[in-house]
């Protein structure tokens, strides 16, 4: 019998949730005052003129101290309407003691949520303290900063207020630009006068780490929101503060699924960067997967990976925001293996981030991240994991979705069908967007895939293939990349065969190859994924000008199928 199909995930119900902690956008229109506290959101942050600036707080210990800074107000109010919106510029500073070199910098960016108790996105709060979303970082710039690097935590909390990044004020210029102020403020930190007091307020062991800090070039590890943020920051902060890499923790993205308000996100920076996302996130589900293969095509000089882990959320990366589980099937239930807690989240963080900067430290990257033939790892600090990986150069793209321009045309140049195949371009939508994409994907109710880019969609019958007519790559290629998503099953398979043919020679990708697996929960196999696939080297100088897709003579039928993100060969 036929396996419980696995449903499409609703997005309604994300959406819900997504009030809860706001790193995505909520559906705008009119409140109902049956609506949550969180829905209430103010036009942008207004701090008053003259509000009291706090007294700088430090937390000292045997080997690290930390200060809760406040350098009074920055103005982040659109050109030409200055002192409309005025945000406070506070955050968190942790250093090491007694380091005797230059301390490299280390900025965490936070999660959007809601900024008061009572759920609302304002700034000031009624009553008012906010919620600090940079303290709820502590744990993880305690990892870093025992590993010799100054970890500054901006509170960025009263700057993301709406749910659209460009609204009343624009959330990317008021992100950006406190941050440059921070930073700023650290390089005059080790002068005398009233500014460096706001910073260590006298205290030697602060006073002595600004002395030696260097923001020449900054590592930036980013949560949620901040993901979509940092890559344009990195770019108005150079040549000042150069990105040396770049940590992508469950970040948001917007994925062309409106390509009018919400275009698909320019292309990650070319800097060594790492993602990871956890497979039961309800925020903002597979969002860093999803942007980084849409531009697979790009080329790029440093590596990118985005792991997703399985059994994780959003939440519990934050500490403020870790008691509100976002996980739908955990709802209630203990820490286990198939539902991490807290301290596993926490965990995973930190050892992900030490591991991430001890590899750019010494340029030891991940050999799956630097070697397109070296398969990625099916577990990441111990939880099973899958991955997009970005083809290191040089390489050739033989088959792409092209999801960076608007789907008009579902035609796919030099592909053609067999009797019993299809092959087109298409777009997964949401069910609030049906009717407005002219070519969407069907529906098969059968493996969960979540709205994004455009994709290739392949299908096929036992024996049926697609053929590809694809350019000659130029060099003698060593490894078959396929970027790809399953998005049918055959009758009884968990997973996709596929019959995978080049120059004459088929190689037979069974339906449990990583990647290929369209696993029992809605998140895990959804994603674009991508197997490496290595190539007879027996055969050098082989014609690769033809590429083909397609079922195995005996799997079990009617139909089965894959999204293709893109495909490529690398020497």
């Known amino acids: 019998m036929r396996p419980p199909a696995r449903r499409r995930v609703l997005l309604p119900l994300v959406l819900v949730l997504a009030l809860a902690t706001g790193a995505c956008s909520p559906p705008t229109g009119e409140r109902d005052e049956a609506e949550p506290p969180a829905a209430v959101t103010a036009d942008g942050p207004h701090a008053s003129p003259d509000r009291q600036v706090a007294e700088p707080e430090v937390i000292a210990s045997p080997d690290l101290t930390r200060v809760r800074f406040d350098l009074g107000n920055i103005d982040v109010s659109p050109e030409g309407r200055s002192g409309e919106f005025v945000a406070p510029s506070r955050g968190t500073l942790t250093v090491p ?19 008061c108790e009572d759920g609302s996105f304002r700034y000031p709060c009624p009553g008012g303290a906010s919620v600090r979303y940079d303290v709820g970082m502590d744990y993880l710039a305690d990892a870093i900063a025992s590993q ?23 959330q990317q210029s008021a992100w950006t630009e406190t941050v440059r102020a921070q930073l700023a403020a650290l390089d ?62 469950a970040t948001a993205h917007d994925l062309g699924t409106d390509t009018e308000a919400e275009p698909l996100d320019a292309p990650p920076p070319d800097v060594p960067s790492l993602g990871i996302t956890g497979s039961e996130d309800s925020d903002v589900p597979e969002a860093s997967t999803r942007w980084a293969a849409a531009h697979f095509d790009q080329d790029r000089r440093e590596p990118l990976a985005v792991g997703t882990v399985r059994g994780f959320g959003h939440n519990a ?50 050999t799956f991240m630097v070697d397109a033939a070296t398969e990625a790892p099916d577990t990441w600090a111990g939880f099973a994991a899958q991955w997009f990986v970005h083809t290191p150069g040089p390489r050739q793209v033989l088959v792409s979705a092209d999801a960076t321009r608007d789907l008009t045309d579902p035609e796919v140049p030099g592909a053609v069908a067999s009797e019993g195949a299809s092959v087109a371009r298409c777009r997964v939508v949401d069910g609030m967007s049906a009717g407005r994409e002219p070519f969407s994907c069907p529906d098969t109710g059968d493996v969960a895939v979540r709205a994004g880019t455009a994709q290739v969609l392949v299908g096929w019958s036992p024996g049926a293939a697609v053929r590809f007519t694809v350019p000659d790559p130029g060099f003698t290629p060593r490894t078959l990349v396929l970027h790809v998503s399953p998005f049918t099953t055959p009758e009884g398979v968990d997973g996709v065969p596929v019959a995978l043919g080049y120059a004459g020679t ?66």
């Open 317 to 366: 990366f934050n500490e403020a925001t870790a008691s509100d589980d976002d996980r739908r099937a955990c709802y209630g239930e203990p820490a286990s293996a198939s539902c991490p807690g807290t301290d596993e989240a926490q965990a995973l963080a930190k050892q992900t981030v030490v591991e991430w900067l001890r590899a750019v430290e010494t340029g030891s990257y991940p």
């Open 97 to 115: 003691h007694d380091t005797g070199t230059a301390l490299p910098v280390v900025v965490l960016g936070h999660l959007r949520a809601a900024t």
């Open 506 to 571: 088929t190689v037979d990708l069974p339906p449990t190859t990583a990647g290929l697996r369209a696993h029992g929960d809605e998140a895990f196999g959804s994603m674009p994924t991508t197997v490496r696939v290595p190539l007879d080297p027996a055969r050098p100088g082989v014609d690769l000008t033809e590429l083909v897709l397609g079922g195995l003579d005996d799997h079990p039928g009617p139909t089965s199928g894959l999204l293709v993100t893109g495909i490529e060969v690398a020497p």
């Open 188 to 249: 005059g930190g080790a002068q005398q006068g009233p500014s460096a007091e706001l910073l260590h307020g006298g205290v030697d062991e602060l006073r002595t780490a600004l002395q030696v800090l260097d923001t020449s070039s900054v590592d930036w590890v980013v949560h949620s929101r901040s993901g979509m943020l940092v890559p344009s920051a990195a770019e108005s902060l150079a040549p000042d503060h150069e990105t040396r890499s770049i940590v992508y923790l």
């Open 148 to 170: 010799g690097y100054a970890v500054l935590a901006p509170d960025l909390a009263p700057v993301m207020l709406g749910h659209q990044v460009r609204g009343a004020y624009d």
